[in-house]
């Protein structure tokens, strides 16, 4: 029996669990990850990301690192049986700060997420123990784990418990929670490959939506592409998993041995699950433990790195005294309908590449290459069918009538109080700060409470002390279109209320006092 107690333990090691682990070792709790597998996995799973993501492992100092590494998307480009294209979605900067969407080869942002974590003597790793029993008290978690590296049991205490253990989570089970929704019966082959010669259109994103073999044909960076395919009702899956036959799939695609070396292949389902509950007393489901979607707007593993964003900075102030346990409700509350909302358009884009029927596929061909030539109807769809807004309609916000709650605020560059050109966050990221422009009205609740006031200033201005220069407008222009000239940011970037000049700023939450500063130890 391990007699400390651990303020949060979290059980699962992969993008979502180590994002999870970098937040909360940054804010200086003591934080214990169970993980069962002895290093990180070596196939690749997740193939992209997007700026709201990045923005949040900028929360944590990994931003730029992470970024080196990874490929710029240009956009998702649906072809033909022919290979011709009939429409193009191109990504849209949505004002985080980063790439609107970029290509990951996973087993490197793992690392990069892992050495992350070593920065935090806070935070313990215990690889090879797989945890196989929960049993909440009043006021802890015990957790029951085995270690496969000496066939031994041990006993852990934690405050809280994020179970980020995958789609086929332990802890949801043992929970007793629901996992609804639907498995798709047709099942896919992936193919990862290590790129030999470049080829015309190898770092293009291509959905080949042709009736007789769907394909999907996906860029990875540092040297890395993957190809994905659907079993026919007339195939079995076994007979696929050789490597002659992905060859000659490949071949469809005009690809041969001098272009790719094969790492490997695998079959799996698609999913659309939702866990019945995200939180069971202490115990918090996150990432695919919590919900499962198609890959088709590559949101799988983004939506869980954005549940542990979510949650993380919750967790660190209710055990700081900030905030009452019930703030912890919210998480789901916020989280769940936009989760809904990227599934749901993620099957809709499904539906559209893996059109079967002839017919109906050449009318769709047809369809998209008219409406294309129509000027606004990329951009309709690209907002009806891609990523939905980063904002909350319910949850831990007030709600005065002012547009601007429950919005992520964008992150430009600005001009701090010592004139040094920065990214937004990086002045007022991971805390609670009010944000204004004209004159100082007081905000005397937020004051009280211990809330930073900081006055955003218009181009060209001379910055000081609690005052900062909106360099390019963006913030001023974002704050008019949501008629604030005050807004109130929670630490996750998320605008908790808002008030225009003629309007009160709404007070603190019940039970708010502002939590110390988060430890900011890269080194």
Not at 11 to 35: H, I, S, W
Not at 208 to 230: A, I, K, Q
Not at 249 to 261: C, P, W
Request: proline letters at 7%.
């Amino acid at each position: 029996m391990d007699a400390s107690i651990y303020d949060v333990a979290i059980v699962g090691y992969g993008p979502v669990g180590a994002t999870a682990a970098n937040l909360l070792g940054q804010m200086g709790l003591d934080v214990v990850v169970v993980e069962r597998d002895p290093d990180i996995y070596f196939r690749a799973r997740a193939i992209s990301t997007d700026e709201e993501v990045v923005r949040i492992w900028q929360q944590v100092g990994l931003a730029d690192r992470l970024n080196a590494d990874m490929q710029p998307g240009a956009g998702a480009h649906f072809v033909d049986a022919s290979g011709v294209p009939f429409v193009a979605l191109m990504p849209a900067d949505r004002g985080n700060g980063h790439p609107p969407q970029q290509f990951i080869y996973q087993p490197a942002v793992d690392a990069v997420l892992r050495e992350g974590v070593d920065r935090f003597g806070n935070v313990a790793i215990l690889l090879e123990h797989e945890c196989l029993r929960l049993v909440q008290q009043s006021d802890r978690v015990e957790l029951m784990l085995a270690d496969l590296t000496r066939d031994e049991f041990k006993r852990i205490q934690a405050r809280y418990v994020i179970a980020a253990d995958g789609g086929s989570s332990a802890i949801r089970g043992q929970l007793g929670i629901g996992f609804s929704g639907r498995t798709y019966s047709e099942r896919w082959i992936v193919i990862d490959t290590k790129v030999r010669q470049e080829w015309p259109g190898h770092n293009r994103l291509r959905f080949h939506c042709n009736p007789v073999r769907p394909t999907v044909d996906c860029p990875t960076p540092l040297g890395h592409h993957r190809w994905e395919f659907p079993v026919r009702d007339d195939e079995n899956e076994k007979d696929l998993l050789h490597e002659e036959v992905i060859w000659k799939v490949l071949a469809g695609q005009g690809i041969t041995k001098s272009h790719v070396d094969i790492i490997g292949f695998a079959c799996y389902s698609h999913h659309v699950r939702f866990a019945d509950r995200w939180r069971v007393g202490r115990v918090f489901l996150a990432g695919d433990a919590a919900h499962a979607m198609p890959p088709w707007i590559g949101q799988g593993m983004c939506a869980g790195v954005r549940d542990v964003a979510n949650l993380c900075w919750k967790l660190h102030a209710v055990l700081s005294g900030s905030l009452p346990d019930s703030v912890l409700d919210t998480y789901q509350t916020e989280r769940l309908p936009h989760v809904k909302e990227v599934t749901n358009r993620a099957v809709k884009v499904g539906r559209l590449i893996i059109e079967r029927n002839p017919i109906r596929a050449a009318a769709r061909d047809h369809l998209f290459r008219f409406a294309s030539a129509v000027p606004g109807f990329t951009a309709w769809l690209r907002n009806h069918r891609w990523l939905p807004d980063a904002r909350y309609r319910a949850g831990l916000l007030a709600h005065n009538g002012n547009p601007a709650a429950g919005w992520l605020i964008p992150q430009p560059w600005v001009i701090d109080d010592r004139g040094d050109r920065v990214r937004f966050d990086d002045v007022v990221g991971g805390r609670w700060v009010v944000l204004h422009r004209g004159p100082d009205r007081g905000w005397q609740s937020w004051q009280a409470a211990g809330v930073p006031v900081i006055g955003l200033l218009a181009p060209g201005s001379t910055p000081g002390v609690g005052r900062i220069v909106d360099a390019t407008a963006t913030l001023i222009r974002w704050m008019d279109s949501k008629k604030a000239s005050v807004v109130v940011l929670r630490p996750d970037g998320f605008v908790y209320a808002g008030a225009g000049t003629d309007q009160p700023l709404p007070p603190p939450p019940a039970g708010f006092t502002a939590p110390a500063d988060r430890v900011k130890d890269h080194a």
